[in-house]
């Protein structure tokens, strides 16, 4: 079946400091991918769409310039977030789809 | 997009079977019923996808309502494994041309030994 590998799966970082996570289809071309946001004991929550070549669509409320989305190839997508805050601390989910959704592991960031 | 209404928290005994349900009135004719599930500290993993006709496969059942406006998922025998977060989401699912799903706050499974 299809697999989305989402990297890393945990990362701790300092305050003011930018953290990369990466979310790859590895037996499928993802022509869309998805990344949603997830705080405890809480639903996931949408932040941006983002297709093949072009810009990311962001949800309403999410900063563009804080969360940049890089969907450069059909395998690969990425979410950077910039100057991290302690408040930017969550789980971090990406989606790829083709024939379905399939969902990544999620990231745990945690800002300190 | 189409909300849903899905009971907050469910319970059941191992072997026995649940029925979860999922209102969702507003759901537009194109749109499917997907179902997922999480674990906890994990990403969401598809249970099953329907449109009009009940749907099986080997993890679950889908029963539609037949004006679409409801949808239950059953699982014919509970297992430990089977407790997680449920969510029902209508979503578009045309050929590769796949919308956003967006989450609702889900059904909390409990399954006891």
């Known amino acids: 079946g299809a697999v989305v590998s989402q990297h890393p799966s945990w990362v701790i970082c300092k305050s003011g400091t930018s953290v990369k996570i990466e979310c790859r289809s590895l037996?499928?071309?993802?022509?869309?991918m998805f990344w949603y946001r997830q705080f405890p004991k809480q639903s996931l929550m949408l932040m941006a769409t983002s297709n093949e070549g072009s810009k990311a669509t962001y949800e309403q409320g999410v900063e563009k310039d804080k969360f940049l989305i890089n969907h450069a190839s059909l395998t690969l997508s990425t979410l950077t977030v910039t100057s991290a805050h302690p408040e930017d601390s969550s789980f971090y989910i990406c989606s790829a789809s083709q024939y379905g959704y399939t969902f990544g592991s999620g990231t745990r960031l945690t800002v300190v | 997009d189409a909300k849903t209404t899905q009971p907050n928290s469910m319970e059941s005994n191992e072997e026995e079977p649940v029925h979860l349900p999922c209102n969702h009135s507003t759901i537009s004719g194109t749109d499917y019923i997907h179902w997922y599930r999480q674990l906890p500290s994990q990403g969401p993993e598809y249970v099953i996808h329907?449109?009009?006709s009940n749907v099986n496969n080997r993890m679950a059942s889908l029963a539609i309502a037949e004006d679409r406006k409801s949808s239950t998922l059953i699982l014919h025998r509970a297992t430990l494994r089977d407790a997680a977060v449920y969510y029902c989401?209508?979503?578009?699912?045309?050929?590769?041309?796949?919308?956003?799903?967006?989450f609702g706050q889900g059904t909390i499974l409990t399954v006891h030994p």
């Open positions: 037996d499928f071309q993802a022509t869309t």
């Open positions: 329907g449109l009009t």
């Open positions: 989401i209508p979503g578009y699912a045309g050929g590769t041309s796949y919308g956003k799903l967006t």
